[in-house]
């Protein structure tokens, strides 16, 4: 990566680290004042922010992944996917967080693929400094695995191979449940009908349903499509072998997996 480029990154990671610290302590906010009229005014003024900034980076396009998950942001759906009425501002402020967290990986994820000023996808090198999404994980040998495999995941997704980035970010998932499990120890595991046995011994939804049970996640992974539940029987060799794994489902499984993340760092 040259100077440039590598600036223009650096100026970018800083400014999105900027929009989210804005963005926690008004999404906070906004929870317990929601019609607070600076408060508004102010969440306003930071959503225009955010969409000059994705604006930017999805180099004008309405049609790049970026800024459709931008506008989506917005609004609430009906049970068959249509939308029908803007989402509540502390729900907003929420998903655009995720948003952003989803710029953030981007950019230090990707290789270059021609720039970031505007003209083209966002894109980096592995040399720009990860951010540090993964504080939270009780295992230090962990925490670089699980950063690099969330940017691979997002590249996979980028690169439309969507059956690795859902295997990816599933992965992703159950290490870092797998994590707080261990932390929070068997013992207390058992009033949550934890199964007998090792923690690593469990299945993958058993690990998920305990985490759930004992308070250490809520119930987003409810909403993780059967490809996802499933994937560990998606073997490396049998790749191509089930029915594809569609761009939905990989998309899901990596907004759970930020749900699930934002649960176990309530801080995020």
């Known amino acids: 990566m040259d100077e440039n480029l590598r600036s223009q990154v650096e100026t970018y990671l800083s400014h999105l680290d ?3 610290q804005r963005g926690r302590q008004l999404r906070d906010t906004l929870i317990t004042a929601p019609s607070d009229p600076p408060t508004a005014a102010a969440a306003r003024a930071w959503q225009e922010d955010c969409g000059v900034t994705i604006n930017q980076l999805s180099g004008g396009s309405k049609a790049h992944w970026l800024a459709r998950a931008f506008s ?3 609004l609430m759906r009906s049970a068959d996917g249509r939308a029908v009425t803007e989402a509540a501002p502390a729900e907003i402020a929420k998903r655009l967080l995720g948003v952003l967290d989803q ?13 970031v000023d505007g003209s083209s996808t966002a894109a980096t ?3 720009a400094p990860p951010p540090r999404r993964f504080e939270f994980v009780h295992n230090a040998e962990l925490r670089p695995v699980v950063e690099q495999a969330f940017i691979d995941s997002r590249r996979a997704l980028e690169q439309k191979d969507f ?5 990816t970010s599933c992965g992703i998932l159950e290490a870092i ?6 932390y929070k120890g068997l013992p207390v595991l058992g009033d949550a009908g934890a199964p007998a046995g090792r923690i690593a011994d469990w299945t993958f939804e058993a690990r998920l349903a305990v985490a759930e049970k004992s308070g250490l996640i809520r119930g987003g992974c409810a909403r993780l499509p059967p490809a996802a539940r499933t994937y ?9 072998s089930n029915v594809p794994v569609s761009e939905r489902d990989a998309r899901l499984a990596g907004q759970v997996l930020h749900v699930v993340m934002r649960d176990l760092d309530p801080g995020r």
């Open 103 to 115: 710029a953030v990986a981007s950019l230090t994820g990707m290789h270059d693929s021609g720039g």
């Open 232 to 240: 560990r029987d998606h073997k490396e060799h049998e790749r191509g």
């Open 177 to 182: 449940v797998t994590d707080a499990l261990e």
């Open 163 to 167: 059956e690795l980035a859902l295997r």
């Open 125 to 127: 090198s592995p040399e």
């Open 18 to 20: 900027g929009l989210i």
């Open 72 to 74: 989506a942001s917005f």
